[in-house]
Structure formats: structure tokens, C-alpha cells
């Protein structure tokens, strides 16, 4: 594995992170405790120590699979960036909470669900920007970071051209940045990016395999079970990123190569990036994608 500083929070994150969208339910799978565990064991055998979580990946159900996992761990070995601004009911429908005293109330649920007195990185998540133009807001999290419950704030923006967000990083204390960034969408290298590099913020590329598309294992037309966010993904939109998957695989992929670990690796390239977050499902997963690390040079 190799390990990159997170912009000025001087954390030392593996460049290869896990997303952990999918243990809340909503990529055609429910996951039991047993498969939480291998798939953060084997990220662990492997260095990896960065997982990203959320409040509404069920209702802090994937937080819950790895406070629980945690909780029979050491802590200390990872870095846990979770977010907050969302109430989940059920699988695909959430509302938004982004007062400070439904913050609160949140940070406690994470806490409680995560088994942990602090969060690592605490973000944003993909809010509007009158909800993030809210000084109460930041207020109250700066006073919680006083407390010990969070090491540090970050954004993860929802458009990836949101600049009015990245720009008030400095402002609010946020240090990080994460962002939609992969080879089917370079829009951040344009605006956010360079905003990025001016502040020292951290970036975390989510979305790094464009949901799985850059796996290289679909083809144009495929289709996906009702359970599974695929599933509400715009089909023609679908059919045009993989025709340029295939195209991007003849033309880019070297040969020989697994086109998964090719994707992250690519990303890991731009130097404003600091680590990819990719989904995992199991444990063969994290495996391929902590070896992208191997096709990364500095
Ligand atoms: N607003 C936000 O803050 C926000 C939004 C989205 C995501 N995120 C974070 O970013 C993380 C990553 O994004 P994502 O999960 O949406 O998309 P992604 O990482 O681009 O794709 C993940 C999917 O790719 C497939 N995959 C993963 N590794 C693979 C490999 N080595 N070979 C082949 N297929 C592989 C798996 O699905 P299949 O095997 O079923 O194809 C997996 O579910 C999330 O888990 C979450 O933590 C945050």
C-alpha cells in the first residue's frame, strides 16, 4: 500500500480508501456482519486504512457493520470519515437535516453506531448551498471538534463543479474535499481542483469506478435488479458510458492490465487527489483494488 498526507489535516490515509455505500442495502445486496468483516479484514492484511461511510447508507446501518467490527478491533488503526445532512427512511428515499441541532443529534447516532468516542473526518454530505452557508451550522461543529468528537470537517460536494463549497473550505474549517472524480467525468480537474491545491485541502475521489462501469465488466445494455441504485441510473446514459468503456479499454487499458485497477490508478494520478474510495462487495474486491496501489508511482 501507499500512504499520502490528507491536505492539511496531516492524516496518513492509504491511497486506496473503502466506500461503504454498499452495506447499507442499496447495490442489490444485504450484507451480514461476517462479509462486513472479511471485506475490512483484507483491507487491513493490506494496509488499507481509510473507510468512508455515511448517516443514511441505511439508517447508520453501514456505520453500525463497522462500529461493530471496530468495537472487536483497534480503533487506532483507522481513519473513519462518515458525513451528516440526511434522515434515512427507507431503501433509495432520505430527507434532508442540516439544522445544527439535527447535526447534533446525528453526530450522536454516529458515535453510538460507529462504537467510537471521535470521527476522524466528519463531511458535509452533498447539501445545498443554503444549507452549507449557515454559520450556526459550522458553529456547532467547531464546538464538537473542541470537544474530541471530531478530528476534523470536511465537504463532499454534490455537484463536482460546486466551487461556491470548495472555495469556503478555508472559511468553515473544512479541510477535505470529496468529490464524483474518474475517468468517464474530469469535470473537477477544471475548477475544484485547483481550488484544492490552493488551500491544502485533501481530496477523496468517490465514485472512482463510475459505479462499477469502469470495471470493464458490463457491456452497453446491461441491466440491473430493482434493488440495486444501478437500477435508477438513466439507461441511455448507461449504454453511452459503457460504449466509452469499451472504448477507453482498446485505447488506454495497457494490456494485460484489469481495467478496475487501471481506473483507480488513473485517478490517482492527477496530483490534486490524495485517495480513491471505491466501493467493495467483498472481499476479492478490496483485494484488486488495494493492488492498484502497485500502478501508482509517487
Ligand atoms: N454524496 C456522497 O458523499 C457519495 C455519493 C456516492 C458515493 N460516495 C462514497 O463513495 C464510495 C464509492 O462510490 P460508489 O460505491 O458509488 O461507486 P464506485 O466505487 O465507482 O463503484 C463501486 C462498485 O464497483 C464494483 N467494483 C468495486 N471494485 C471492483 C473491482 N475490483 N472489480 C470489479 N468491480 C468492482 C462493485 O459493484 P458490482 O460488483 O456490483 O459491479 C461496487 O459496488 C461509496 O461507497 C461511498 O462511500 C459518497
Not at 468512508?52 to 471496530?70: R, V
Not at 454530505?125 to 464546538?143: C, I, M, Q, R
Not at 477523496?204 to 469506478?209: D, K, N, T
Request: proline share 3%.
Amino acid at each position: 500500500m501507499k500512504y499520502r498526507r490528507l491536505g492539511k489535516t496531516e492524516l496518513n490515509v492509504s491511497v486506496i480508501g473503502i466506500g461503504t455505500w454498499q452495506f447499507g442495502g442499496e447495490w442489490g445486496l444485504n450484507f451480514s456482519q461476517d462479509e462486513v468483516d472479511a471485506i475490512l479484514d483484507k483491507g487491513q492484511e493490506l494496509g488499507i486504512n481509510l473507510i468512508d461511510t455515511a448517516e443514511c447508507y441505511g439508517d447508520h446501518l453501514s456505520e453500525s457493520f463497522i462500529g461493530n467490527y471496530i468495537g472487536r478491533r483497534k480503533r487506532e488503526d483507522w481513519i473513519i470519515a462518515t458525513k451528516f445532512g440526511h434522515h434515512f427512511h427507507e431503501r433509495f428515499t432520505r430527507t434532508d437535516m442540516y439544522g445544527a441541532q439535527d447535526v447534533l443529534k446525528q453526530l450522536d447516532d454516529s458515535l453510538k453506531a460507529l462504537q467510537t468516542d471521535y470521527i476522524d473526518l466528519y463531511q458535509f454530505h452533498s447539501g445545498p448551498d443554503t444549507a452549507f452557508d449557515n454559520d450556526e451550522l459550522w458553529t456547532v461543529l467547531d464546538k464538537q471538534k473542541q470537544a474530541g468528537k471530531i478530528r476534523h470537517l470536511g465537504t463532499s460536494i454534490g455537484s463536482n463543479d460546486n466551487l461556491h463549497q470548495t472555495e469556503a473550505s478555508s472559511k468553515v474549517n473544512s479541510e477535505v474535499i470529496q468529490v464524483v472524480y474518474n475517468r468517464l467525468d474530469r469535470v473537477p480537474e477544471q475548477r475544484v481542483f485547483p481550488s484544492c491545491e490552493t488551500q491544502d485541502l485533501g481530496v477523496l475521489a468517490r465514485v472512482p469506478l463510475a459505479s462499477g462501469y469502469l470495471s470493464g465488466k458490463y457491456k452497453p445494455g446491461a441491466v440491473f435488479d430493482n434493488t440495486d441504485v444501478r437500477h435508477r441510473h438513466d439507461p441511455e446514459s448507461t449504454r453511452r458510458k459503457l460504449e466509452e468503456v469499451e472504448q477507453i479499454a482498446r485505447k488506454e487499458v495497457p494490456e494485460g492490465v484489469d481495467m478496475a485497477q487501471w481506473a483507480l490508478a488513473w485517478c490517482l494520478r492527477h496530483p490534486a487527489v490524495t485517495s480513491v474510495i471505491p466501493g467493495c462487495k467483498n472481499p476479492a474486491q478490496v483485494e484488486s483494488n488495494a493492488s492498484a496501489a502497485e500502478l501508482v508511482t509517487d
